[in-house]
């Protein structure tokens, strides 16, 4: 490629480096400053009680994180209305530090008449886009707003092994717009492999014909490598797991599973069920991607809704307290 005296070049191709330059080093500068500032992550678990939202939530992050292991007693009534309950948690790994905040929903599904049920959830989602919203819109702005923001929905579905409720369908279609519902097949030790594979295929079938889109969405692959590897996982879902916190030894190694007079259901081991899946799934490859998604996909809309309704871009005063419910 031949450089002209201005030394730019603007072709597409991408020019040929005389010599070492150093751009590579950007990767790590991001990584230094990611590891100073740490990062948010919220999660909310949303299905009816017993289903071992809890449980699962602490397997997963190893460590006692639930909302439950923060000293609400086990025995605790189900609330009359669906009540919106945050714990949050600093969890510090390898030098990285997040700051992890799990939103349950207890009373969710658990009454008689559950019309409705998803509109506090709905409510609290909103809550948080809007207070983004007015952090974003301040005349001076916080260096980094507190991202409180649902960055993915565990949705969990009961192991009936026979089709989704007229509950799960309506709670997945409403928002399944303004945050990125995953949904989990719960205690599915309870079905037998062929089972679990049938009632897989039947919820994603329900989920198609209901035109619910789950994460990850179709719309927002990005490009052939991504399609591909979002295909798989979209495929296997909705994942069919199994939470457990104890420890039990098989053939000399500790594993975390649930003891039963007939064996022992290891959760991390693929050949039990998909919670390896799910772990790998949701921390260790689209834990950024969903982040991201919330961003610029679910928080955007909101943000264009809300500024569209307000008149365009004047401050939005925070003794305006109209939310508006999307």
Known sequence: ISHGHGGSHSSSGGSTLLG??????????????????????????VGPSGLGKSTLVNTLFKSQVSRK???WAR???IPKTVEIKSVSHV????GVKMKLTIVDTPGFGDQINNDNCWEPISKYINEQFEKF???EVNITRKK????TR??????????????LRQLDVEFMRRLSHSVNIIPVIAKSDTMTIEERQEFKQRVRKELENNGIEFYPQKEFDDDMEDKSDNDKIRETMPFAVVGSDKEHQV????????????GIIEVENPNHCEFAQLRDFLIRSHLQDLKEVTHNIHYETYRAKRLNDNGGLHPISSNDTQESNL
Not at 144 to 147: E, T
Not at 150 to 163: A, D, E, Q, R, S
Not at 251 to 262: D, E, H, P, Y
């Open 144 to 147: 980094r707003i507190p991202d």
């Open 150 to 163: 649902v960055h993915c929905c565990l949705y969990f579905i009961p192991p009936t092994g026979h089709c």
């Open 75 to 77: 025995d605790e009534k």
């Open 251 to 262: 053939n000399g190694k500790r594993v975390l599973g649930r003891k039963t007079a007939w």
């Open 91 to 94: 969890i510090e790994e390898g």
């Open 20 to 45: 070492y330059i150093g751009i590579d080093t950007i990767i790590e500068q991001m990584r230094k400053k990611t590891m100073k500032t740490g990062f948010d992550f919220n999660i909310m678990v």
């Open 133 to 135: 919203l007015k952090e």
């Open 69 to 71: 292991s923060a000293g």
